[in-house]
């Protein structure tokens, strides 16, 4: 009971869930206009050193985020090129931006800040620094209400923020607006969404780059919000497993806050073994616990907590007919 009331591991959890949320509706979008997007691990950590390194460079870390947005646009970009307008095997253009970004990184890290493939520590405006709501600190010794919002619902970075607004907004976007309409069409029938004159091409070019902007945002929070600096392979693979909440979720909005949070709360367990063995009565070993989400991720890509079908022209490239 301990483990399930504390509000420090739930607090944790919403950092934590915080890029694989972001991640997980990038994801969305592409996957939704037809466009499987492997490479959301590439982007984050390509946006991740990006977003550190000017932040560090400038001293201002909204410069650091729209250099990480750039970084993930860039290869956001390169990916829809391969997929889209050469028609090339979307798997292999993820997994090639995944290598590509993993060895470029550290490359460039050493080149820049000869720190071993890393930046240098991030400080003061060089990072998001955590927003206190009004009347926290008012309400902090009311019992049950003041602890959860005091500590638990205040307190975070901007961004964090951002992403929780994101869902209605995708929600929103994806069923409540002609671009949502033609979008989750164009991964179903493109040949339809062509007769009724829509650009296919420009559709999935649009939903590619919101990907690209999204998974900036997501790398830069690793860098400069969950963390102070980039570190080799810092995303540990985020972007592989918000790809598998993408599945658990079905491809909606709702559902994929409700499955990055829940991937979000392993995460956050893992930190406290101690909180653990004083709810159970017994010790965990550390690596099991760091290794749940990806457990978590097997189980759920080989289908074990139901089918889930995804866009039926997903990761096929459409050829106009004449």
């Not at 009331?5 to 994801?27: E, H, K, M, Y």
């Not at 009004?134 to 992403?163: C, E, K, R, W």
């Not at 559709?203 to 963390?227: D, E, H, K, N, P």
């Not at 063995?277 to 965990?284: A, P």
Request: hydrophobic fraction near 55%; charge should be neutral.
């Amino acid at each position: 009971m301990d483990l399930l009331f504390n509000i420090q591991v739930w607090d944790s959890t919403i950092r934590l869930a915080t890029p694989l949320l972001l991640a997980c509706l990038a994801g969305l979008f592409s996957e939704r206009s037809g466009i499987f997007d492997i490479g959301l691990e590439g982007k984050m950590l390509a946006a991740a050193f990006m977003s550190a390194a000017v932040a560090y460079t400038s001293g201002s870390v909204w410069v650091g985020l729209l250099a990480g947005i750039g970084a993930s646009l860039a290869l956001s970009l390169l990916h829809g090129l391969a997929s889209i307008t050469f028609r090339g095997n979307q798997l292999i253009s993820g997994v090639a931006i995944n290598f590509l970004a993993a060895g470029l990184t550290v490359v460039v890290a050493q080149s820049w800040f000869a720190q071993g493939g890393r930046t240098p520590q991030l400080a003061g405006a060089a990072r998001f620094e955590q927003i206190e709501l009004p009347f926290a600190s008012a309400v902090a010794d009311v019992p049950f209400i003041g602890p959860i919002y005091a500590d638990l619902i205040s307190g975070h970075t901007i961004l964090v923020y951002f992403a929780l607004l994101c869902v209605p907004a995708t929600w929103w976007l994806l069923y409540r607006t002609r671009f949502g309409l033609r979008l989750r069409a164009v991964g179903e029938n493109p040949a339809a969404v062509d007769t009724a004159g829509v650009s296919v091409i420009g559709l999935r070019f649009s939903a590619v780059m919101i990907c690209g902007v999204l998974c900036g945002i997501a790398g830069a929070y690793l860098a400069t919000g969950l963390q102070a600096g980039f570190t080799k392979d810092m995303t540990a693979g985020r972007g592989y497993i918000a790809l598998a909440a993408l599945i658990f979720a079905k491809w909606r909005p709702w559902y994929a806050l409700s499955a990055t949070i829940l991937f979000g709360y392993l995460q956050a367990i893992a930190l406290r073994p101690d909180l653990i063995e004083s709810s159970f009565g017994f010790e965990i070993q550390g690596q099991l616990l760091d290794a749940l989400p990806f457990i978590m991720t097997v189980v759920i890509l080989a289908g074990f907590v139901g089918k889930a079908i995804p866009p039926r022209a997903g990761g096929e490239p459409y050829v106009k007919e004449r």
